[in-house]
């Protein structure tokens, strides 16, 4: 109880003393008058950022560099709960279906985009308010047509269409003013490279077309007043007073955050770049804005079970987050949501045994002898001072075992021994990695490569991972601003919906 006492003293009493020392000197200022609602709104979805994915990264922050997160601080507002997701007819939800049911406040089949379970169009929260005059804005480190942006925004039959298909939707009406992203390839005409059209895309992000068509939509999107950006200059450039912009920085997916100097990216836009562009240009519209961002990347770090590159794209949302609780906190008529659609990968730190652990003498004179192995604060640094991802690390090894062992060695620090780096990179006669057990739960035969590298890297990390797949675990939904205190508690996951949507109709009412 002592041990209590004073803590409490210390924690507490020179704020009180602060506060006795200004009421003596000066009246208390009135109290700000908060909005009734929103008339701008920005939901961060965090594309796998389950349960687990948060907590890594606010174990990582606290433990290692003894600070708090964004999503932490946001978390402690305590307008903070958890989504089900749920899709439609089934407790595992793709994120199609996920995006959709956020989107429009209705369950949705999975792979389907923007439409009810019965195939019909359901309108999104990105189209209702642009009816009502407010900007909008997708941002992505995936594609810009993939399945979170692709369900605020479009109504397609299945995610898996074409991009061409998914990427002509999206353009159509040129109704979202603010696209930023990866994709580039549905856009180039047939037969040509994407950095034909968008110069700045570096030559490892560079693709050929997907289009099967001549049709140039970069000039159709000039036409209807889009400034386009293909690299960090030409995005702020563009972002400088510009109220519609189209910034694309890959043929495909952005890199991890971890491979951008690997990759010789380093003139691609963050995340954090991104956020900013994006709420620069839709603060330019007086009604107000939704905003939609995504860390895609979160997700394939998980299909692939890279904790590494999964902490380092979770820090990277994390800012991106401090940038619109930073704009939040000088337009309180901003209400901001973070939120995960699913979990993947099943992520977890264990403990195990990994030989005899040596005795420690405590100041007290007791001998402590743990009969396990447990993770510590070192094994969250393991993660964090990784360098290049699973998938890179293993491109440039080949099947070449002493190979393999160097650029683990480089790019994380860990040694492997020869007959684990054999194991890592066994491969049945049609050239699939692992075995049966690893394939059926990581379909992917890139992701499976990686994740063997995983298991046999588990002994440094102490990191294990139960599928590469999406799991139906809850994700922690919390938020900052009007409205959020309706986030509190348990929920589907359209419930999101009805936050944004009563606060906007609240706010632009005024």
């Known amino acids: ?49 389950g349960a687990t994915q948060v907590s890594l990264g606010i174990q990582y922050a606290r433990l290692v560099e003894h600070r708090e997160l964004n999503i932490d601080a946001i978390m402690q507002d305590g307008n903070t709960g958890y989504s089900l997701t749920i899709a439609f007819g089934n407790i595992v939800t793709d994120s199609a279906a996920a995006a959709t049911q956020m989107a429009t406040g209705q369950l949705a089949r999975n792979d389907m985009l923007g439409l009810d379970p019965d195939g019909y169009p359901l309108e999104t929260i990105l189209e209702w308010a642009d009816k009502r005059g407010l900007g909008t804005g997708l941002v992505t480190n995936a594609r810009i047509t993939h399945a979170t942006p692709g369900g605020f925004a479009l109504h397609q039959s299945s995610r898996y269409n074409s991009e061409t298909a998914l990427m002509d939707d999206l353009l159509q009406d040129g109704d979202v003013d603010v696209l930023l992203g990866g994709g580039a390839r549905a856009l180039a005409p047939a037969g040509s490279w994407v950095s034909e059209m968008l110069p700045g895309i570096p030559g490892d992000l560079d693709g050929e077309s997907e289009r099967e068509d001549a049709r140039y939509r970069v000039e159709d999107l000039e036409d209807m007043g889009y400034a386009v950006a293909s690299d960090s200059s030409s995005l702020r450039e ?31 836009p963050t995340l954090v770049e991104m956020t900013t562009a994006a709420i620069d240009v839709l603060s330019r519209h007086d009604e107000g804005f939704f905003m939609l961002v995504e860390g895609g990347s979160i997700d394939y770090a998980g299909h692939a079970n890279d904790a590494g590159a999964m902490l380092h794209e979770i820090l990277e949302l994390d800012e991106a987050v401090g940038v619109a ?20 990968g099943g992520f977890a730190f264990t403990d195990g045994y990994f030989g005899p652990i040596p005795d420690q003498l405590l100041d007290s004179g007791v001998v402590y002898q743990p009969e396990w192995s447990y993770p510590t604060t070192e094994h969250l640094e393991i993660l964090f001072r990784q360098s290049a991802s699973y998938s890179y690390i293993l491109e440039q090894a080949g099947l070449d075992p ?7 060695r480089t790019h994380t620090g860990l040694e492997m021994t020869l007959d684990e780096a054999r194991a890592a990179l066994v491969r049945d006669k049609d050239g699939q990695p692992g075995t049966e057990d690893f394939r059926r739960y990581r379909d992917d035969p890139d992701d499976a490569a990686s994740a063997l590298l995983a298991h046999h890297l588990s002994r440094h990390s102490f990191v294990v991972w139960s599928t590469g797949e999406h799991t139906s675990d809850p994700v922690p939904t919390y938020g900052r601003g009007p409205g959020a205190e309706k986030l509190r508690g348990i929920y589907p996951n359209t419930h999101v919906y009805s936050v944004m949507r009563e606060s906007l109709e609240a706010g632009i009412d005024q």
């Not at 400088?240 to 690997?262: C, E, H, W």
């Not at 002493?402 to 683990?408: A, G, K, N, S």
């Open 1 to 49: 109880m002592k041990r209590i006492a004073r803590h409490t003293v210390l924690v507490f009493l020179p704020p009180l003393l602060s506060m006795m020392l200004i009421v003596g000197c000066s009246p208390a200022p009135a109290p700000e008058q908060q909005p009734n609602g929103a008339r701008k709104v920005i939901l961060f979805i965090g594309d796998g950022f």
């Open 238 to 268: 563009a972002a400088s007073g510009a109220t519609k912009v189209l910034g694309l920085f890959s043929a495909s997916a952005m890199p991890y955050v971890i491979d951008r100097q690997n990759l010789s990216a380093e003139g691609v």
């Open 325 to 344: 609780l930073e704009f939040q906190k000088d337009n309180p008529d901003t209400l901001v949501i973070v939120t995960g659609d699913h979990g993947t």
């Open 402 to 408: 002493e190979r393999l062992i160097e650029q683990v």
